[in-house]
């Protein structure tokens, strides 16, 4: 079974700018979770969405935004992106909306300029 | 909140030798606890997880990790390290607010020959 995937693996962008990421989660899964990854403030929570609702969310702006679709792809926008967003950014999913499980893709590096 | 504290950033050992990461929680119920590893540009791979039971859970990879309540601990063992295991080493605990997961910072593991 193939797992988590995110495209794209790696970004460039200019402070200002928007940009949107991709997350398809294992097959059969329907929860998927959104994390930020920087050297500093480590692995945060963004977000995670089951049955294309948003459940929980973390403490960043809202700047930060996600969406998850009927087939449990998700994706994630930042708009406005200032420097402090270059960051790694994962996704994980979970089987169903109780499972603690979860399972990384390879995330996707931002990095703006 | 709950919360998990990995004491050591940096952690050196032999090829061969013993392995100890440790792992601190806060928490007054029993936490569902997670081990990650993460090797370098890669995502983050589930190496075991503890939710109730037997407190000494097995893993991939041949980690071990073990659930001390009366220590708050929750440490991650190997009896012999490769060199492939030279990685970052995540403990994390599920947020009580849902489905999320809270990071400790890491712990990075060198292996020299």
């Known amino acids: 079974k193939a797992g988590v995937t995110q495209t794209p693996r790696y970004l460039i962008k200019t402070r200002g700018q928007q940009v949107t990421l991709s997350c398809s989660p294992i097959?059969?899964?329907?929860?998927v979770s959104w994390y930020q990854q920087t050297p500093g403030q480590g692995l945060q929570f963004l977000f995670e969405?089951?049955?294309?609702?948003?459940?929980n969310k973390g403490n960043f702006p809202g700047r930060f935004s996600g969406r998850q679709f009927s087939n449990s792809r998700s994706e994630m926008n930042v708009s406005t992106l200032e420097l402090g967003d270059s960051a790694l950014y994962l996704c994980?999913?979970?089987?169903?909306?109780?499972?603690?499980?979860?399972?990384f893709g390879p995330g996707t590096r931002l990095t703006v300029t | 909140a709950q919360s998990v504290t990995q004491p050591d950033i940096h952690i050196t050992v032999s090829e061969g030798a013993s392995l100890e990461l440790r792992c601190n929680y806060s928490y007054g119920a029993t936490p569902y606890l997670f081990w990650y590893v993460q090797s370098p540009g890669q995502g983050l791979q589930l190496l075991l997880k503890?939710?109730?039971?037997?407190?000494l859970v097995q893993g991939i990879k041949g980690f071990e990790a073990e659930f001390k309540r009366s220590q708050s601990s929750f440490n991650l063992r190997k009896p012999s390290v490769h060199w492939s295991d030279a990685a970052e080493y995540f403990c994390a605990v599920v947020q009580n607010s849902g489905y999320a997961l809270n990071f400790g910072k890491g712990t990075s593991l060198l292996v020299t020959p």
């Open positions: 097959s059969g899964h329907r929860s």
């Open positions: 994980a999913s979970s089987l169903t909306g109780n499972s603690y499980e979860q399972y």
């Open positions: 503890y939710f109730s039971g037997d407190t």
């Open positions: 969405y089951f049955s294309e609702t948003q459940r």
